[in-house]
């Protein structure tokens, strides 16, 4: 698969799949596995894997042009996927033990998705400093922890969890773990009812005494900080970003579409015939969403060609990226007027969902914390 034919994959899934079901999906809060089994089978979900584990081997551009595509059809979808291709990419970090080897060959098969279990109800969302802490006794590592929120929550096969290790002495002296879905002990806490992207089993998830499965420690010890700041940040933040363009994209469209359709009858013209304001905030939609998509372009040229000003552009991103999406779709939202209020439109959803990406860790104050400090040349941690 490359690049070309990857994108058309996911288009066709989101138009297919995804765009008719968004609607009752969000209504329900009802997870699409049909949207799962199709990346499955079209050899999506292995697309950054290398060709000898059955994987494409494609990289970050590809990512985010396919998220980007999903995410125009349903955000919670994307943000699934976008999940599991940050656990993926983190098991496939790890030492090659067989029962890793086994997973990394079952996700490229289409057969297993994957999630991240980072947020902890003790330290929200400073995911880097979990509370819960591994005990080991013997050769046998143990781990209860309350996970505060969970991407496919109760739907993935697998779930890559932070603890901080047993014999760490710091905040941040974590390890990452894999605990398959039918570990002893791994429950899904209570629902998901979400304002914004509720199609994507966000639960809280708990772990009662989970004995970690030979070969499924996937850092040393103390080394789960610094595989969530070079292998999952980076994707992470360009996936989030790129979920954020593609309901920015879906918001112009919609937008447009009502613009083009609604009439003023009295007038013999549609909205967007009559209004210069209207067309005037549709304009500002379409720069900020096309300096979005300049935005994205230039973090994927950083993470190619990795750089001094690399994780700068990491963190800008996701800030910027989420600012951009409720500007954006808020002024959809006023645009498309009572029509959007009313829920006539997919405005309203795409205006929910654009929430989630400031909130998600690492929040978009977060971030700003950290770039301000970076500008200052004073440590992060
Ligand atoms: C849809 C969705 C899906 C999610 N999926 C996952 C998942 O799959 N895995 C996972 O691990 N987590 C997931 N999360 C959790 C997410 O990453 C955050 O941990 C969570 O949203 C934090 O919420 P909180 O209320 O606990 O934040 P709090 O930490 O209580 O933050 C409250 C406010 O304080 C601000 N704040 C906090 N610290 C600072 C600081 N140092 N400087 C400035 N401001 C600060 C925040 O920006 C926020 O505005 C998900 C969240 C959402 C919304």
Not at 37 to 48: H, K, N, P, Q, V
Not at 341 to 364: Q, Y
Request: proline share 4%; net charge negative.
């Amino acid at each position: 698969m490359n690049h070309e034919i990857a994108v058309s994959k996911a288009k066709e899934i989101a138009d297919r799949i995804l765009a008719p079901a968004a609607r009752q999906s969000d209504k329900d809060a009802r997870f699409s596995s049909e949207a799962v089994a199709a990346l499955g089978s079209t050899g999506l979900l292995g697309i950054m894997l290398s060709t000898d584990l059955g994987g494409s081997a494609l990289g970050p551009r590809t990512f985010a042009a396919v998220i980007a595509a999903l995410a125009e059809a349903d955000a919670s979808a994307a943000m699934v996927y976008l999940m599991h291709l940050c656990g993926t990419a983190t098991i496939a970090g790890a030492p090659s033990s067989a029962a890793v080897v086994q997973t990394l060959k079952d996700i490229a098969a289409g057969r297993h998705l994957t999630t991240l279990a980072f947020s902890e109800a003790g330290s929200r969302s400073h995911f880097w400093a979990p509370v819960s802490r591994a005990k080991r006794n013997g050769d046998s590592v143990r781990l209860s922890a309350k996970k505060s929120w969970v991407t496919s929550a109760g739907q993935a096969q697998s779930y890559v969890v932070s603890a901080l290790a047993p014999d760490g002495s710091g905040p941040t002296d974590s390890t990452l773990y894999l605990f398959p879905s039918a570990t002893p002990g791994l429950s899904v806490a209570g629902p998901w009812d979400g304002l914004g992207m509720r199609a994507n089993a966000s639960a809280p998830m708990i772990l009662e005494d989970c004995e970690v499965e030979s070969g499924l420690q996937l850092t040393d010890d103390g080394a789960g900080f610094r595989a969530m700041l070079e292998i999952v940040l980076p994707l992470f933040n360009l996936g989030t970003s790129s979920v954020a363009l593609g309901l920015c994209r879906a918001a112009v469209a919609g937008t447009a579409t009502h613009l083009n359709s609604a009439r003023f009858e009295h007038l013999g013209q549609t909205l967007g015939e009559s209004l210069p304001t209207l067309r005037a905030q549709l304009a500002t939609m379409q720069i900020d969403t096309d300096g979005l998509a300049a935005r994205i372009d230039d973090l994927i040229d950083h993470l190619e060609r990795p750089r001094e000003t690399t994780m700068l552009r990491v963190l800008e991103s996701k800030a910027a990226a989420g600012d951009i999406a409720i500007a954006v779709t808020s002024a959809a939202m006023r645009v498309c007027g009572g029509a959007a209020f009313s829920k006539h439109l997919a405005i309203e959803r795409l205006f929910r969902d654009a929430h989630a990406g400031a909130v998600m860790a690492p929040t978009g104050d977060v971030l700003r914390e950290f770039i301000g400090k970076a500008v200052l040349g004073i440590p992060l941690f």
